[in-house]
């Protein structure tokens, strides 16, 4: 079911610089300061390109994108490939690894059950990209996908291709990032037809996704003769691969008028078991504890030293509360949350949450912490993470998630291969 493809990436010369230096991570999780951090440290970044800024940000973008081809900056390999990448890092304490394939996937509307979301999108950040794409005809960072494969064969395959020196390979402080090419028709022939059967499920970059799928339309209607606009840059990991980590994303309510705690307790006791404690250095063992048990729980923290476990003791509450939907959606921790406290208590229905009018996010504990006692937000609900087969069920279920369900960390850095679209009309 899901076509993939080698190409013949986009990637930095030596002229460039140290590739160290030309990459940053994800375009939506960077500060200003942090873009002109690494703008200062090599004016070459693929945040120039990623994140553009000035009067007309994606004109400068295709600007400088064809002004760095035409000085060798940047240089398309000559041979199509595909390209294997892995990520080292330390998360709750242990060390992992997490290695995939990027390559060229052909486009699918999600209706035809080939790739598959889990979560709402919001449509700002879709202008953008599209106005970045349309101007440049180019992925500069790839969509990240989940597959299945009980007997991981594709995963062995990456693991024998990558046995040599990587091309790449360097630190950023938290990740070591490595990266493999590899030409050989054979081997890339193989690991292709190993995702024919296969369903694609999108772990990160839900927006990046449908952009892509609004380019090919664009490039339609505009008469385009060549495949180019039908497939994007993904990058594809075993879905029970065993360095798959996804934090929690918490929520800060703010802006509510009338806000009581005490009422907001009450209000919990009809579907939760409501336990008022003390000491916040209890919170994360407390919600490791739930994990571990299977119970649906979050911490409520409005200030102070107190805060309260809420522990989910109706459970046929999600069937009224979302009649209709599977299970799978049913029993998502940030579902119970979201339609038995979030919407009903404090009114933040998905129009609220899609412009963020009494909800943030931060999967920062502290960061929650102190945006209650600074006063910024009211009160702060601590959740645990989504597991990845929660993900893939409410996928193939075909439905999605309520927005920031899910954080895969790492993320995919961005710049060390690109995908450049080369067609005529």
């Not at 790449?168 to 090419?181: K, N, P, Q």
């Amino acid at each position: 079911m899901a076509v993939l493809k080698p190409f013949c990436g986009l990637r930095y010369t030596e002229k460039a610089g140290e590739i160290a230096t030309l990459t940053c991570p994800p375009y939506d999780i960077l500060s200003e300061e942090q873009r002109k951090a690494y703008l200062a440290e090599n004016p070459y970044n693929v945040v120039r390109l990623e994140l553009p800024r000035g009067e007309d940000p994606y004109a400068a973008a295709a600007r400088d994108l064809q002004d760095w081809l035409s000085a060798g900056i940047l240089r398309r390999d000559t041979q199509p490939g595909l390209y294997i990448y892995e990520e080292e890092f330390e998360a709750y304490g242990e060390k992992k690894r997490i290695k995939g394939v990027i390559g060229r996937v052909k486009l699918e509307p999600f209706e035809s059950g080939v790739i598959l979301p889990h979560e709402e999108t919001l449509s700002k950040a879709k202008e953008d990209r599209f106005a970045l794409m349309r101007t440049t005809y180019c992925n500069f960072s790839q969509i990240y996908s989940l597959y299945r494969d009980e007997d991981h064969r594709t995963r062995r395959r990456l693991d024998l291709l990558s046995r040599d020196t990587p091309r790449y390979e360097f630190s950023d402080g938290a990740v070591t990032h490595r990266l493999w090419i590899v030409n050989d028709p054979v081997a890339i022939g193989a690991i292709c037809d190993d995702f024919a059967p296969r369903q694609l499920f999108i772990a990160d970059g839900h927006h990046r996704y449908e952009t892509a799928l609004r380019f090919r339309n664009f490039c339609r209607d505009e008469g385009v003769i060549s495949p180019e606009p039908d497939y994007c840059m993904m990058m594809l990991v075993d879905l029970e691969d065993p360095g798959l980590v996804v934090f929690p994303t918490h929520r800060l309510v703010y802006g509510v008028e009338g806000f009581d705690r005490e009422k907001l307790l009450d209000f919990c006791r009809a579907h939760f078991r409501v336990e008022e404690r003390k000491g916040l250095d209890a919170i994360r063992p407390a919600l490791d504890d739930a994990y571990r048990a299977g119970e649906k729980a979050f911490a409520c923290y409005t200030g102070g030293d107190a805060w309260a476990l809420l522990t989910l003791s109706d459970p046929h509450a999600m069937e009224a509360a979302l009649p209709g939907k599977s299970r799978a959606s049913q029993n998502l921790d940030v579902s119970v949350l979201h339609k038995l406290v979030l919407e009903p208590f404090f009114g933040i229905d998905p129009q609220n949450m899609a412009a963020q009018r009494n909800l943030r996010y931060t999967r920062d504990f502290d960061e929650a912490l102190e945006s209650v006692r600074g006063g910024e937000s009211q009160c702060a609900f601590f959740v645990n993470p989504t597991r990845v087969e929660e993900i893939r069920d409410v996928a193939a279920a075909g439905e999605k998630m309520p927005q920031k369900s899910t954080y895969f960390y790492p993320k995919l850095i961005t710049g060390l291969v690109m995908n450049q679209m080369v067609f005529s009309k």
